[in-house]
């Protein structure tokens, strides 16, 4: 059962902007986080940004300045706003949510969104 869906990847030139959308199946106001993760060939997968329940927001260093994670509870939705885009950037985008109780932990990850920077 599909529970997270990301969309708004492609390609786009050096110093360019995307801006990446993972809506949720299941109510993410009750998130403990939302997470932008991204896997390049041949690389580690790697946290890009996270929103936590509190609201507060961590990012990749190299990302910090470029790019913005927001929250929409009432779209059930999560965004990443990337802008002045690099080379380097070019991944596939993976959203995960984290549900924490006192039960268990449960994790949701989207299908990925593939995001090509290039000239």
């Known amino acids: 059962q599909v529970q997270l869906v990301e969309s708004g990847g492609g390609w786009v030139q050096p110093g360019g902007s995307l801006r990446l959308s993972c809506a949720s199946a299941?109510?993410?106001?009750?998130?403990?986080?939302m997470n932008w993760y991204r896997q390049a060939p041949g690389k580690e997968r790697e946290l890009v940004a996270r929103?936590?329940?509190?609201?507060?927001?961590n990012y990749l260093d190299s990302v910090k300045g470029r790019f913005a994670i927001s929250r929409d509870n009432a779209k059930n939705t999560v965004y990443l706003q990337m802008n002045s885009l690099k080379p380097e950037d070019t991944a596939v985008y993976l959203c995960?949510?984290?549900?924490?109780?006192?039960?268990?932990?449960?994790?949701?990850w989207g299908q990925g969104t593939q995001v090509t920077v290039s000239s």
């Open positions: 929103i936590s329940s509190d609201d507060s927001l």
């Open positions: 995960n949510t984290v549900y924490v109780t006192k039960w268990a932990v449960r994790d949701y």
């Open positions: 299941i109510d993410i106001a009750s998130a403990n986080s």
